[in-house]
């Protein structure tokens, strides 16, 4: 599968089948998700993936709220330092893995709200100084969801996405980004548009350089209520998944370009700036 077509096939999943994870599948995740990186912003998130053997993977299951997730073998646990866009790198790195797993068939679901964070927090060895700002479940899905699961995914809405129009833009918020203006970017932004979110707000907003492509992000973060815990923003979270999203199309793509966090001048009313993407092929 290449990246593009496994942000394609990527869907939420809380239910899983009994069948284990073959043991290579195991390690080369496992060696990928505890690897180290250095992401956009400078944060070092860390990640773990536990479960293997099924030492803790029955009371993680229990540890996930509303009996939401059913079945999971694995868990892959993140956590990192709050500092400047921190939540920003560890959604591009947690999105990375995500991604890893499901390109080896394996369903996963980022949860940052409904799991209690204690048994997670000594399944990665959390410190003092880390915030847990989401984990994930690991497995093969069950072909039949469970109830809950449907429920949940009726309420978030997750089939749906936003239309181009109330998130792509060009020039300014006052004009959409037609499929047809976004040249060979299109694709990337299609796959933005496919991310997971908390809730499934998608509350990613890019505006598009009129003359060269480059793209602005920006965070539309709802409004009415927190989605997070403190110092832990899941909408900065979705925010890192948008730019992991963006990056890997382009590159599969052959599109060579870099991430700076250089805020036009002009801000749009409303939105806070993440970072904007400089196409280098010009
Ligand atoms: C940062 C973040 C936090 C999330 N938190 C939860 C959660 O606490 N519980 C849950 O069941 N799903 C959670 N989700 C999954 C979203 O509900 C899901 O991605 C969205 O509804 C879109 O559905 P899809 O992933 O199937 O495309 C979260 C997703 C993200 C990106």
């Known amino acids: 599968m290449t990246i593009i077509e496994t942000i394609h096939v990527r869907k939420s999943c809380r239910t899983y089948d009994d069948k284990a994870v073959e043991i290579e599948k195991l390690e080369e995740l496992q060696s990928y998700t505890e690897s180290s990186e250095s992401p956009l912003f400078g944060a070092a998130p860390r990640?773990?993936?536990?479960?293997?053997?099924?030492e803790h993977a029955a009371a993680l299951n229990k540890s996930v709220t509303?009996?939401?997730?059913?079945?999971?073998?694995?868990f892959i646990i993140g956590a990192v330092?709050?500092?400047?866009?921190?939540?920003?790198?560890?959604?591009?790195?947690?999105?990375?893995?995500?991604?890893?797993?499901?390109s080896l068939g394996l369903g996963t679901c980022i949860m940052g709200g409904t799991f209690r964070r204690g048994p997670?927090?000594?399944?990665?060895?959390?410190?003092?100084?880390?915030?847990?700002?989401?984990?994930?479940?690991?497995?093969?899905?069950r072909a039949r969801q469970s109830m809950?699961?449907?429920?949940?995914?009726?309420?978030a809405g997750s089939a749906g996405r936003k239309p181009w129009k109330d998130m792509f833009f060009l020039g300014d918020m006052g004009a959409a980004l037609e499929r047809n203006n976004a040249g060979a970017?299109?694709?990337?932004?299609?796959?933005?548009?496919?991310?997971?979110?908390?809730?499934?707000?998608q509350p990613w907003r890019i505006i598009k350089d009129k003359r060269r492509n480059d793209f602005h992000f920006y965070l539309k973060r709802t409004p009415g209520y927190r989605i997070g815990f403190g110092k832990i923003e899941?909408?900065?979270?979705?925010?890192?998944?948008?730019?992991?999203h963006f990056e890997l199309a382009a590159r599969e793509l052959g599109l060579e370009g870099a991430w700076v966090a250089d805020e036009p001048?002009?801000?749009?009313?409303?939105?806070?700036y993440t970072a904007t993407w400089i196409d280098g092929g010009r």
């Open 47 to 54: 990640f773990r993936l536990v479960g293997a053997g099924g």
């Open 120 to 141: 997670f927090a000594d399944g990665i060895g959390l410190t003092e100084e880390e915030l847990l700002p989401a984990v994930s479940p690991v497995g093969y899905p």
């Open 148 to 155: 809950r699961d449907g429920l949940f995914k009726t309420i």
């Open 234 to 244: 899941l909408q900065n979270v979705d925010m890192g998944i948008a730019l992991c």
């Open 185 to 201: 970017y299109a694709e990337c932004l299609e796959c933005v548009r496919l991310a997971p979110s908390a809730l499934n707000r």
């Open 66 to 74: 509303y009996g939401l997730v059913s079945g999971a073998r694995h």
């Open 265 to 272: 001048s002009a801000r749009p009313r409303g939105l806070e």
């Open 81 to 102: 330092a709050p500092g400047p866009k921190a939540m920003e790198d560890f959604g591009y790195c947690l999105e990375k893995r995500i991604l890893r797993a499901t």
